[in-house]
């Protein structure tokens, strides 16, 4: 089991550019979350998708963030235009049969906008 | 109030101690109740799931539920130098399928 890959690990780009976070879940998982974390606020859901439907979105901070899932194996999270605020570890967890079950997250992606 | 909330810590025991971790939540209609360890600059990691009052034990771990008192706890025997790390509280309410993390409690195992 190769777990919920994200890439890439870390994103160090300037103000302005566009940022996009990819993910690959696990095989069989059928809920996708994709989550923020800042010493400020914790851990943040942004939005989750279930059988590749965005089901809730209203963690999204901003306009600027988008996510989409094209198919079962692959999820992005955008930010166009970054800002420095957006700094933060983004991860993406999975999960398999409904929400209640456990979620099991990737190794997040460290973005630093400067 | 937060809608999960935890003692941020840090909580210092010595090795081989127990170590306790409260969390209490306010939505009464919650199901599902789960807690993470993270070590730093690493993601979660699930140690537990409890969904009905009472214990439930795994190896040095026992989280406890009392839904009436809207608290979910867990205890760590034998503590380890490393059991050192963040421990998640998340909650699922009833209302919606979105796991709500509390802030985290930080562990310290001394040795």
């Known amino acids: 089991d190769a777990g919920v890959i994200q890439s890439p690990r870390h994103e160090v780009t300037e103000m302005g550019q566009e940022v996009t976070l990819r993910c690959k879940p696990i095989s069989g998982h059928d809920y996708l979350f994709w989550y923020r974390q800042t010493m400020m606020r914790g851990l943040e859901l942004l939005i989750y998708?279930?059988?590749?439907?965005?089901?809730?979105d209203s963690g999204m901070p901003e306009d600027r963030f988008s996510a989409k899932m094209p198919n079962a194996s692959f999820s992005t999270l955008k930010i166009q235009p970054s800002e420095p605020r957006d700094s933060a570890v983004y991860f993406c967890?999975?999960?398999?049969?409904?929400?209640?079950?456990?979620?099991?997250f990737g190794d997040g992606t460290r973005l630093s906008i400067l | 109030q937060k809608e999960v909330e935890q003692n941020s810590g840090p909580l210092s025991v010595p090795e081989g101690a127990i170590a306790s971790l409260n969390c209490t939540y306010s939505d009464r209609g919650s199901q599902s109740f789960f807690w993470y360890r993270q070590y730093s600059g690493k993601s979660p990691e699930l140690i537990m799931f409890i969904y009905s009052n009472g214990d439930k034990e795994d190896g040095r771990f026992t989280a406890q539920l009392n839904k009436a008192s809207q608290y979910v706890s867990l205890l760590i025997r034998d503590s380890q130098p490393s059991d050192s790390a963040t421990y998640l509280c998340?909650?699922?309410?009833?209302?919606?399928?979105?796991?709500?993390f509390g802030g985290g409690t930080r562990v310290l195992v001394k040795p």
């Open positions: 967890a999975t999960g398999q049969g409904n929400s209640n079950q456990p979620q099991h």
């Open positions: 998340a909650v699922i309410k009833a209302a919606g399928n979105k796991l709500t």
């Open positions: 998708f279930n059988n590749n439907v965005p089901i809730d």
